[in-house]
Structures are given as structure tokens and as C-alpha cells.
């Protein structure tokens, strides 16, 4: 509410405006919030963040190889650390504004940004989101997968497809580009509703490929018409948060590092993530 919406695309002096041009400024025009043209990825970059996206694939797939019960967090951390840094590349996380690991693992009612841990043993039934940031030539790929460890119980199950499918109606939602970053938080809560979950709103999606983390900011809920317009060219990740019971989170106070995000009420949450960029046909998947 009140806030001002700038205009964010510009014509290039002296250029004939182009098809995408026109597209943009009938958004924006309406006072839509588009992107500036320094979001929009060369051919060159987007495949530079597809390059990273096949080793941040391959350091998922070793992880998913390798994750047990009675595995440590910290097993879990080298494994990502050695697979990236044996395919050329390096784990974003890693000193990440002081992040202390190569990777997150976030179990049951942790959320998010979960740390790594000699002390923090797999057991049955846990739900663990394991989430890489891979940086391979200077290129950035964000991908975060779900693991149960052996049988959970259904509730758990539940909230880990639940999960899954709202980051594949995100994906539908973006079949076609010119859609808004409200439209697929829209469908996204929709159906975590439907099931009873909450989508969390403090932390969220965004922009990827230059950086760690770039705009826009990809919430998981909100109106249809709202947030940034997504154009071919514009590389970001989807990567609901969803959670069994309430949406509020709180920082772990037992985390020395201020890192870790724990649901309110401790009831689980889950979370998978994947790197898009949008091309004139929609979102295409730069992670797997
Ligand atoms: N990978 C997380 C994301 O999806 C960010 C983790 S920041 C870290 O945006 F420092 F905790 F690694
Ligand atoms: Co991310
Ligand atoms: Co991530």
C-alpha cells in the first residue's frame, strides 16, 4: 500500500522500439511492476547458468545417492562440497554472509537454512530439505530437494508432495510468459490451502544467475496481477515453503550463526526448489 511503483524498463536511445519493448510498456503503462533491462540474461549467461544448473543437478543426485538414517548433517555437507568443488565449481553457500557450510539441511520443523552439523544424526521418519547453490564460472543454479528418511507418517508425506506439487503449479503457471510473479504465488497458495498448509511469507523466491540473489523477490502467495512481470530472458527460482500449520517462522535462537528458520508452532515444513529462465515459451528448467 502506498508504494511507488518506478518504471523500471527504459528504451535505448536512438533504437526502434522492439516486440518486447511494446509488450513491457503496455504493462507498465498500467502501472505494472516490470523488470529492468538488467535482468534480462544474454544467450551467453543463460547457458554459463545452465552449465551450473547440470553440476548443481549432479551434487543433488550424489546427495540423493548417499542420504541414510544414521548419516550425519555435516556427511551430508561434504558430499556437496566435493562433488562441487570436483566438477570445477564452488558451493555459493560457503561463507555466504556467514553462513558456515557448503549447503542447507533443514529437518522437520526447520524451514530453511538449516546448518550442517556433526551433532544432527538422520533418523527414520525425518523430512530433510537439502538445498545447493553451485557456482560454476561465475554462473549461479539454486536447487533444494526433499529426502524422507525411511517411513514417515502421512501427514509428513502429505506436506512433502504437497510441497512439490505447488512448485510444479508454479512452473504450469509459467508456461507462458508475461505472467506475474502474483499469479503463480496465487495458484501456489490455493493449493496448499486445499490441504490445509500454509505458505510462509517471509522468505521467498527470487531472481538467479549473476548472483546469489537477485530481484525479483518470488513470493509463494499473493494476487493474481501483482509482483514483477516475468519476460523471456529473466532467470529466478520458485521454492515454496510450505507448512503443516501456521506460516509463522522465528529465527532459531539456539543458532549461534542467526541462520536457522524454525516454524512457530514446530509443526514440520517442506520445501523444493528449482532454477527457470523464462523464454518466449515459457519457463524452462535449468535444474533438475
Ligand atoms: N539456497 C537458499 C535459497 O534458496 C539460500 C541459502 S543462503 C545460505 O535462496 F547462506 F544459507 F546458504
Ligand atoms: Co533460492
Ligand atoms: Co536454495
Redesign the pocket.
Known amino acids: 500500500m502506498g508504494k511507488k511503483k518506478k518504471a523500471n524498463w527504459t528504451l535505448i536511445p536512438g533504437q526502434p522500439l522492439t516486440e518486447m519493448d511494446r509488450r513491457i510498456l503496455s504493462f507498465q503503462e498500467r502501472g505494472k511492476l516490470c523488470p529492468s533491462r538488467s535482468m534480462i540474461k544474454t544467450p551467453e549467461q543463460i547457458e554459463g547458468i545452465r552449465r551450473a544448473g547440470v553440476l548443481n543437478t549432479a551434487v543433488l543426485d550424489a546427495v540423493q545417492e548417499k542420504i541414510r538414517e544414521g548419516m550425519t548433517t555435516e556427511e551430508i555437507d561434504r558430499i556437496v562440497y566435493e562433488t562441487t568443488t570436483k566438477g570445477g565449481g564452488i558451493p555459493a553457500?560457503l561463507n555466504?554472509?556467514g553462513?558456515p557450510k557448503s549447503c542447507?539441511t533443514s529437518i522437520n520443523e526447520v524451514v530453511c537454512?538449516g546448518i550442517p552439523s556433526e551433532d544432527v544424526v538422520l533418523e527414520e521418519g525425518d523430512i530433510i530439505n537439502v538445498?545447493c547453490?553451485t557456482i560454476l564460472d561465475g554462473y549461479y543454479a539454486?536447487a533444494?530437494r526433499m529426502f524422507v528418511i525411511g517411513r514417515t507418517t502421512p501427514k509428513k508425506q502429505e506436506l512433502v508432495d504437497v510441497a512439490w506439487e505447488c512448485l510444479k503449479i508454479g512452473e504450469k503457471v509459467c508456461s507462458e510468459p508475461y505472467v506475474f510473479v502474483g499469479d503463480l504465488g496465487h495458484a501456489i497458495e490455493k493449493h496448499a490451502h486445499s490441504h490445509g498448509f500454509s505458505v510462509v511469507r517471509d522468505l521467498c523466491g527470487?531472481g538467479v544467475g549473476l548472483e546469489f540473489?537477485e530481484e525479483p523477490d518470488v513470493e509463494h502467495r499473493g494476487a493474481r496481477g501483482t509482483g514483477m512481470l516475468l519476460v523471456p530472458g529473466m532467470t529466478f527460482?520458485i521454492?515454496p515453503m510450505i507448512n503443516q500449520g501456521s506460516w509463522r517462522v522465528f529465527i532459531d535462537e539456539d543458532d549461534p550463526y542467526g541462520?536457522e528458520v524454525i516454524t512457530d508452532d514446530e509443526l514440520p515444513s517442506a520445501q523444493w526448489?528449482h532454477t527457470f529462465v523464462m523464454t518466449e515459451n515459457g519457463v524452462e528448467r535449468l535444474t533438475w
Do not use: G, L, Q, V
Open positions: 553457500p555466504y554472509e553462513f542447507c537454512h538445498d547453490t539454486d533444494s527470487h540473489h527460482t521454492e541462520w526448489e
